[in-house]
């Protein structure tokens, strides 16, 4: 069965780092391509970018290129996601998924809340 | 990339079908067969109900079906039913291994 478990809510300051993490089982992990989805809160859903464990090559949305870095470490079958300065406006629901049967996300993580505020 | 355009709102009484659409540019929808669409009920992860234009994946209802006309999508909800009242997106792929999702249409069972 194929698992996504993404790590736990996090609450942080304007200025801080943050590194979030999604482990993948039940599947070859570095043969699909794994990426990430922000909700707002009340808004939709937004396409960030998308990494292949295999051999690390990593896609972002124009919207999220230089202000997020995707990463895996295919050892321990997890992806990344992290900010170097959190902003306020990065406080959101983030989702893993995972593309195995088509060009499309067709499994999810369970969301990691991220709250950046003062 | 700009997000796809859906309609804020859809409703139908139970039994009846409704229809959402996605329009996209021939950059992303009307480019690729891969367009899906992902249910989502409030504080729930989104779950795939049809994917490659009008494909179910295991356990989805035939209720739900999808099609695609030029570079737009539709996803039909056939016999509507109570549990079906959620948020519905639609998502295209749009080259490079990048894809881009609808602004989100709510569906309210009346």
């Known amino acids: 069965e194929v698992q996504l478990v993404q790590s736990g809510a996090e609450v942080k300051k304007p200025g801080e780092s943050l590194k979030i993490s999604c482990k993948g089982s039940?599947?070859?992990?570095?043969?699909?391509?794994i990426g990430w989805v922000r909700q707002m809160p009340g808004k939709g859903l937004e396409w960030m970018g998308i990494i292949y464990p295999g051999d690390s090559d990593t896609r972002y949305s124009p919207s999220f290129q230089g202000q997020v870095t995707i990463s895996a470490d295919k050892s321990i079958s997890t992806a990344y996601l992290q900010w170097s300065s959190l902003k306020a406006s990065d406080t959101a629901m983030y989702y893993c998924?995972?593309?195995?049967?088509?060009?499309?996300?067709?499994?999810w993580g369970q969301g990691t809340l991220v709250t950046v505020s003062s | 990339q700009s997000a796809l355009t859906q309609p804020r709102s859809v409703s139908g009484s139970p039994g009846q079908s409704v229809t959402i659409s996605c329009t996209g540019t021939?950059?992303?929808?009307?480019?690729?067969?891969?367009v899906s669409w992902y249910q989502q009920h409030p504080g729930k992860a989104p779950k795939l109900m049809i994917y490659d234009v009008s494909k179910r994946p295991s356990g989805v209802p035939d209720r739900f079906s999808g099609s695609k006309s030029g570079n737009t999508a539709s996803l039909t909800i056939s016999g509507l039913q109570a549990e079906d009242e959620a948020d519905y997106y639609c998502c295209s792929y749009a080259g490079s291994y990048t894809s881009v999702f609808g602004t989100g249409t709510k569906v309210t069972v009346l």
């Open positions: 039940g599947y070859s992990f570095t043969s699909y391509w």
């Open positions: 021939s950059s992303d929808v009307g480019g690729y067969n891969y």
């Open positions: 998924a995972t593309r195995i049967a088509s060009l499309t996300f067709d499994y």
